[in-house]
């Protein structure tokens, strides 16, 4: 069906080679994002649990997003540890957004180990039809 292919092509452009990540911090974590947009938003969903939000750093610049940050380990003096799955340390994802945002509305949330960035899509004035005379040399 229609609905179909158009997923595929809006899913394809964030999995293809040239995608929108930039760059990622070689390190023994890297937390899972997905990134998807609508008509009026794009949004970022990462999974950071055991982390607090002041231990997470967001910025834009030059229609790049970059989410930082550090999930620590902490172990009191009376445990021993026999086994470590979850990952710890630095992360840095940097992300090129697929269009233009409004840099002064992108909003934030932590909730429940997960962060949703909203980035508003810049709206694009249009103004009035003006023909333009071309003239003779």
Sequence with gaps: PKETLLARER???YLSPESLEISSQEGPWRP??????????????????GMEEKEISIEIRDNCLNVTGERRFSAREDETYTRVERAYGAFRRSFRL????????????FRLGVL?????KLKLKRGKKRVIPVEKE
């Design 11 to 13: 899913v394809g452009r």
């Design 32 to 49: 899972p994002m997905d990134m998807f947009e609508t008509d009026e938003n794009i949004y970022l969903y990462a999974e950071l649990a």
């Design 98 to 109: 697929p269009v233009s945002v409004d840099e002064e509305n992108v909003h934030a949330e």
């Design 116 to 120: 949703k960035i909203t980035l508003p």
